[in-house]
T-cell receptor, first 113, second 113 residues
Framework: DQQVKQNSPSLSVQEGRISILNCDYTNSMFDYFLWYKKYPAEGPTFLISISSIKDKNEDGRFTVFLNKSAKHLSLHIVPSQPGDSAVYFCAASETHSNYQLIWGAGTKLIIKP | EPEVTQTPSHQVTQMGQEVILRCVPISNHLYFYWYRQILGQKVEFLVSFYNNEISEKSEIFDDQFSVERPDGSNFTLKIRSTKLEDSAMYFC???????????FGDGTRLSIL
């Protein structure tokens, strides 16, 4: 099942620079997308979400962009900080499935000092 | 900040035994979920629960699984006769509205011997 794909298993970024995490999906019925951050031995922590009626949502250092025609979303973190080092998961859902989340495999982000 | 709590953090059980995983969702939340993550694999949806009944379940959630909200605060996942392949991290989540982000607990690591 590859409905949500995160093709980069890991990403290394210099502190202070922009981190861009990417996610692709195949199910055109998805209408709600979320990014979660996960530290080892903890549960996923909600970061930011976007509805399919929008193409951008911003919250502090985090911005999510949605390109529906390309079935692609991205998470931008700027500036990147050492505490941002974690695994980032993209998840998608659709209204008619009671918002069950379909998850990507995650991207491990490493922020270098 | 209110959080979802899960107990125990680690459960070791003999194959064939019953196991109950416990969750206390955020107090004003109405929608409850269980997900699991087998080591090295994606997070997978198991079941969603609202108004004292299952609203959606995946193919994984077969007759060996059941959920219950025995009182106003707990939400439990029971596996009747555990199998080796049930070994995974099990995450509980809750949300206050269907279209709102789900908030996760830190998970229970279930090890079947």
């Amino acid at each position: 099942d590859q409905q949500v794909k995160q093709n980069s298993p890991s990403l290394s970024v210099q502190e202070g620079r922009i981190s861009i995490l990417n996610c692709d999906y195949t199910n055109s019925m998805f209408d709600y997308f979320l990014w979660y951050k996960k530290y080892p031995a903890e549960g996923p922590t909600f970061l930011i979400s976007i509805s399919s009626i929008k193409d951008k949502n911003e919250d502090g250092r985090f911005t999510v962009f949605l390109n529906k025609s390309a079935k692609h979303l991205s998470l931008h973190i700027v500036p990147s900080q050492p505490g941002d080092s974690a695994v980032y998961f993209c998840a998608a859902s659709e209204t008619h499935s009671n918002y069950q989340l379909i998850w990507g495999a995650g991207t491990k982000l490493i922020i270098k000092p | 900040e209110p959080e979802v709590t899960q107990t125990p953090s680690h459960q070791v059980t003999q194959m064939g035994q019953e196991v109950i995983l416990r969750c206390v969702p955020i107090s004003n939340h109405l929608y409850f979920y269980w997900y699991r993550q087998i080591l090295g694999q994606k997070v997978e949806f198991l079941v969603s629960f609202y108004n004292n009944e299952i609203s959606e379940k995946s193919e994984i959630f077969d007759d060996q699984f059941s959920v219950e909200r025995p009182d106003g605060s707990n939400f439990t996942l029971k596996i009747r006769s555990t199998k080796l392949e049930d070994s995974a991290m099990y995450f509980c989540a809750s949300s206050d509205r269907l279209s709102q982000p789900q908030h996760f607990g830190d998970g229970t690591r279930l090890s079947i011997l």
